[in-house]
């Protein structure tokens, strides 16, 4: 379960990361290594977050992102 969450904060950091890393080359239009610094600190700001929690019922996997109120369980 540890890895299924962790899997799922790499592909959600790596999705935002490369839109974010293409967008940073036209706002920025400096050096190249300042680019890739801003769409990861975004992308580590926006990318939702998972983990993994024992309840009675077992082990779950929870969401939690910015642009969505509360903890979301993934099925």
């Known amino acids: 379960m540890k890895a ?3 899997f ?7 999705f935002f990361f490369i ?17 890739v610094v801003i769409a990861a600190i975004l992308a580590n700001v ?4 998972f983990g993994v929690i024992d309840t009675d019922a077992g082990k779950k996997i929870i969401m939690k992102w910015l642009f969505i109120k509360g903890l979301r369980e993934i099925k």
């Not at 839109?19 to 940073?24: A, F, K, M, P, T």
């Not at 926006?46 to 977050?49: E, F, H, I, T």
């Open 4 to 6: 299924k969450a962790l």
């Open 8 to 14: 799922f904060n790499f592909i959600g950091f790596a």
């Open 19 to 35: 839109i974010l890393r293409y967008l940073s080359d036209y706002v920025v239009p400096t050096t190249e290594i300042y680019g």
């Open 46 to 49: 926006v990318a939702p977050k």
